[in-house]
């Protein structure tokens, strides 16, 4: 191993950086790589090829796809559901706490969330409970997500607002008569 890996450990096909705290039952699949100071709780999985950045955290009982890329510092809490192909932005968070006082206890495990399969969330983009992201769709940093955003939708601003459409590849798309078309990629998009 070079100097810029040697910090990191093998462990059945995944690598986890010597500061990284993963609890002993979470389940992380072959191909992943978790960086400094992530911490991943009891009861989270992980699928194939994954990239856990720098100071990540994943809560007990998350569930994230294959071939997921989690930005440093982005905070994942129990409920979410991130599905394959998806990308999480630096500082990205799922808030888990409607009502949050610091002397009250509160069952925060009902809240649910689900990152469609291929969106991407921007940096610093907060996604309040029970809100679910649509596959292809793309959050925008800084966006506070206080509704479920669509299938292919663009998602920008406080609160957030549809913006536009956004092909697989993640270019904005235009709208056609029987559809939207992705000037970039080529592919009509049906949504």
């Known amino acids: 191993m070079g100097t810029k890996e040697s910090n990191i450990r093998s462990v059945e096909d995944v690598k986890i950086a010597k500061t990284a705290i993963v609890d002993a039952k979470a389940r992380l699949g072959e191909g992943t790589v ?79 969330w689900t990152v469609g399969k291929g969106a991407s969330i921007g940096a610093g983009a907060l996604i309040l409970c029970d809100v679910n992201i649509g596959k292809y769709a793309l959050v925008g940093a800084g966006a506070v997500v206080t509704n479920d955003v669509e299938d292919h939708a663009l998602v920008v601003g406080n609160p957030a607002r549809m913006a536009g459409r956004v092909c697989f590849c993640g270019e904005k798309l235009k709208k056609t008569k029987n559809g939207y078309y992705c000037g970039c990629c080529g592919k009509d998009v049906k949504i």
């Open 34 to 112: 978790v960086w400094n100071f992530a911490q991943i709780m009891h009861d989270a999985v992980i699928g194939k090829d994954c990239v856990v950045g720098n100071g990540v955290f994943v809560d007990r009982k998350v569930v994230i796809g294959d071939r997921v890329k989690i930005m440093n510092k982005a905070l994942i809490y129990r409920g979410v559901r991130i599905e394959d192909d998806c990308f999480i932005g630096p500082a990205a968070c799922f808030i888990n706490d409607k009502n949050p006082r610091s002397r009250k206890a509160r069952d925060i495990s009902s809240p649910k």
